[in-house]
């Protein structure tokens, strides 16, 4: 199996940063794509950024500017670094990897269980 486990998250005033961290363990041939997604209260889970193998990135326009992702492929792990934190950007943060659990098979997405951020004075 896969397992994803993310840390960093906690109580933050407004403007202030946090750095996210995501590290994959188990039974790992490689990771493609790699990211960050959130879920406010009542709100649908959305895409924060993305990050692929080769280090393109991806950013939700809501962040652009403000976040950045970055990866260790040799540590199976995505960071995700926020700045100039704001009230809307309280939400549970989740990590995801697209694994290939072995040589010649297909990608299959895997989440963490997530972390929360709450940004208040």
């Known amino acids: 199996q896969v397992q994803l486990v993310e840390s960093g998250g906690g109580l933050v005033q407004p403007g202030g940063s946090l750095r996210l961290s995501c590290a994959a363990s188990?039974?790992?041939?490689?990771?493609?794509?790699m990211g960050w997604y959130r879920q406010a209260p009542g709100k649908q889970r959305e895409l924060v950024a993305t990050i692929t193998s080769g280090g393109r990135t991806n950013y939700a326009d809501s962040v652009k500017g403000r976040f950045t992702i970055s990866r260790d492929n040799r540590e199976n792990s995505v960071y995700l670094q926020m700045s100039t934190l704001q009230s809307g950007d309280t939400a549970v943060y989740y990590c995801?990897?697209?694994?290939?659990?072995?040589?010649?098979?297909?990608?299959?997405?895997?989440w963490g269980r997530g972390t929360q951020v709450t940004v208040s004075s």
């Open positions: 188990g039974s790992i041939f490689r990771i493609n794509d």
């Open positions: 995801n990897a697209d694994v290939e659990r072995y040589m010649g098979s297909s990608a299959m997405r895997y």
